[in-house]
């Protein structure tokens, strides 16, 4: 059934495109998207709502930030899929549509020290207002999008694609140069 209902069409499309500035600091989110025409009831709103994600963030605590006894540290711990920012209001931002049924949001959102960027991600949904409350909101499309890397030599790393063949260095099969400061 789950299968089933992922496969369906849907009448709202989502696409992220996040940017990062050459220090790594700050970033630019672009959210676009069409919505059909006539298929929401007259009058009926979308909504938007736009997360940064970062993935396996690691901790000896599974404290909260308002915790009032002192930090016990106790193990460790890996935390999937935490929420860093949210870019739009708690329940998302009402979508404003062009006459065609496109529509287009941008964000800034910063890049806190202690976030490691290689495992950042945007995720973005359309959702369908509140019917009766606002657990019941319907979720119409969904994406998510990997955080670019600042270019600079402080975010290379290790890949499976770097081998070394009779002293020349390959990068996914393709010889590459290595630059000396």
């Known amino acids: 059934m789950y299968r089933y209902i992922l ?3 849907t009448f709202a499309s ?6 990062v500035d050459d220090e790594g600091q700050n970033m630019t989110v672009e959210v676009k998207g069409d919505v059909a025409q006539g298929v929401m009831p007259e009058g009926e ?3 938007l709502t736009v997360y940064v994600m970062e993935s396996e963030v690691e901790s000896n605590s599974q404290k909260f930030w308002d915790d009032k006894e002192g930090e ?33 949001a941008t964000f800034e959102a910063p890049i806190y020290s202690d976030y490691n960027p290689a495992k950042l991600s945007v995720v973005a949904f359309v959702n369908r207002g ?16 990997a955080v670019p890397l600042p270019a600079g030599i402080g975010t290379v790393e290790m890949t499976q694609g770097l081998e070394m063949r009779q002293g020349v260095l390959y990068l996914d099969g393709a010889p590459a140069e290595v630059y000396n400061l």
């Open 14 to 19: 989502v696409s992220v495109t996040p940017t």
């Open 130 to 145: 509140v019917k009766n409350d606002h657990l019941s909101r319907e979720v119409i499309n969904s994406t998510e999008t």
């Open 72 to 104: 016990q540290p106790s193990q460790h711990y890996t935390h999937y899929n935490v929420i860093r920012d949210i870019l739009t209001p708690f329940w998302g931002k009402k979508l404003e549509l062009a006459e065609d049924g496109s529509y287009s």
């Open 45 to 47: 709103p979308l909504y």
């Open 7 to 9: 496969e369906r069409p």
